[in-house]
């Protein structure tokens, strides 16, 4: 019986340990449970902040594409119109060399006429 009774407290002595041990384990697990959920909590802050973030530079990229846009409208509504002024003077001074053709003609042809110069 000796024998059994030494058994029993090696075996209370055993459950001891193991009941400790699994306390320990539990409170470690406990501890790692908060941990993950704190972590979630955190990576679901940091994913929201980020989609923020996203946004505000797809709304800045799409502002300055905007502010492209109107810039490149603007240029071409004044290379139009600097074109159609180029135009307008190249029309001109056709018009001018035109004049100035039938100027000189008009001269040759009345110098044409004139009577020849006496020697004197």
Not at 38 to 66: K, L, P, W, Y
Not at 81 to 98: F, H, N, S, V, Y
């Amino acid at each position: 019986m000796e024998r059994g009774e030494e058994l029993m407290q090696l075996n209370r002595a055993a459950f001891d340990r193991n009941t400790q041990a699994f306390q320990r384990v539990m409170a470690a697990l406990d501890r790692h449970e908060q941990t993950v959920a704190g972590q979630a909590a955190f990576i679901r802050d940091m994913n929201r902040r980020n989609e923020v973030v996203t946004q505000q530079i797809v709304r800045d990229h799409q502002e300055f594409m905007e502010g492209l846009n109107v810039r490149d409208e603007r240029a071409e509504r004044h290379r139009e119109r600097a074109e159609r002024k180029t135009d307008k003077i190249l029309g001109e001074l056709k018009d001018l060399r035109e004049e100035s053709i039938a100027q000189r003609q008009a001269l040759l042809a009345m110098i044409d006429r004139l009577p020849p110069a006496e020697a004197a």
